[in-house]
């Protein structure tokens, strides 16, 4: 407790010095919840945003599907595992899906592109981006209709207009070309040209039909979870609970490996600015004790002259970093505290910046504009102890130097 109540004593010897040094420990805090929050929200929002353009956050598929998408790999009793799942805890909701490759033609031209096959009773805007980004008409409401919803740029090319007739042709099970004529029901703007230019939804018994599917058959059952972050333990769970071996489960990091790519290569890049920084921050917190052990040279040689064992005079150095360390944290928090709201509740508009880019997408998934921030318990607990041991390393030096303070040559100078 006196070592304490010496240790908070000291620091405040030079106030000037330590709240500068506290500053930049709080400085590295506001870095660091900047980097890290907006990161968190930044990852999320892809993950969450690419999950709902057709594959899901986790996907229960045909073996093989993946890998090699064919019409003729078939995933059986898709309702009954679909209930199976939607009862699963963190599941927010699961649907069946059928998705394959067609043409499709007007009277004027043709194009190829993707289809997914959709229960429009099960889909909704929540978990299906092309439905959110309708900007004319509505969804179809028979899953065995005519109706059909297309991308804005493929309207375009293909000159339809809502209620206007077009003609898709795949092939079926048997690889026999196969065709059918559908209606405009709507059209969608999601702002990706891959995405509006080649994607079309469909009702999924029309398809089943179509294709020769019975009526429990689809390529996929696409899983939306509350916490992307638990994708691979959903994953396993569902593994073993299927326990298939001609079915897999695949998470996002494996059905979208563009996205998970360019989200691994961005997490490195921004911890290593994390640690820069903190080794910038970590040599001004050494300076700071080291001048001030240099400076107690002669007080540190009276202490041990009069009995203060060398192990004390190390935790007292120690005990000083550690103050300073809680002194730095309760300026960082209080520094942080309103950019943060900020940004939670405001954010940053780049939505001028990106519409002279022309828009902005990253792995196949538009960018929100607007910065915001997130923080996940994890992070807080990982920044607020990484920045408090990072200053209690830095000052492991300068108590290892006050304890070869020689008490004889040291009073020698008095």
Known sequence: MQLNRLAWKNLWRNKRRTLITGFSISLGVFLSVT????????????????????????????????????????????EKIREQIITL????????????????????????GSFLAINSA????????????????????????????????????????????????TTDINGEI????????????????????????LPIDRVRKTLGYTADESSMITVIISDQRRAEELRDQLTTMINDPETEVLSWQQTQRDLTGLITID???????????GLVIAAGILNTLLMGVMERTREFGIMMAVGMPPSALFRLVIL?????????????????APWYWYLLEVGLDFTEMFEEMGGYSAGGVLIDPIMHIRLFKESIIAILSGVFILTLISGLYPAWRAVKTNPVETLKTI
């Open 89 to 112: 805890p963190n599941v927010s909701d699961a649907t069946v899906r059928i998705m394959g490759q067609a043409m499709f033609a007007s009277a004027s031209k043709s194009v190829g």
């Open 320 to 336: 000083e970093s550690f103050w300073l360390a809680i002194v730095g944290l309760i300026m960082g928090v209080m520094i942080t």
């Open 122 to 169: 099960t889909e909704s805007e929540k978990i299906n981006l092309m439905i959110r980004a309708i900007v004319e008409g509505e969804l179809f409401d028979e899953n065995d209709g005519r109706g059909i919803v297309i991308g804005s740029i493929m309207a375009e090319k293909l000159k339809l207009k809502l209620g206007k007739k077009i003609v898709y042709t």
């Open 267 to 277: 997490k490195t890049t921004n911890y290593l600015s994390q640690v820069l920084v």
């Open 178 to 201: 196969v065709g059918e004529v559908a209606r405009i029901s709507a059209i969608f703007k999601t702002g990706l040209d891959e995405v509006d230019g080649a994607m079309v939804l």
């Open 35 to 78: 980097f890290t929050g907006t990161g968190d929200y930044g990852y999320t929002n892809m993950i969450d945003a690419s999950a709902t353009m057709g594959l899901g956050h986790v996907t229960v598929e045909a073996k093989g599907f993946n890998e090699t998408p064919s019409l003729d790999k078939r995933l059986k009793n898709s």
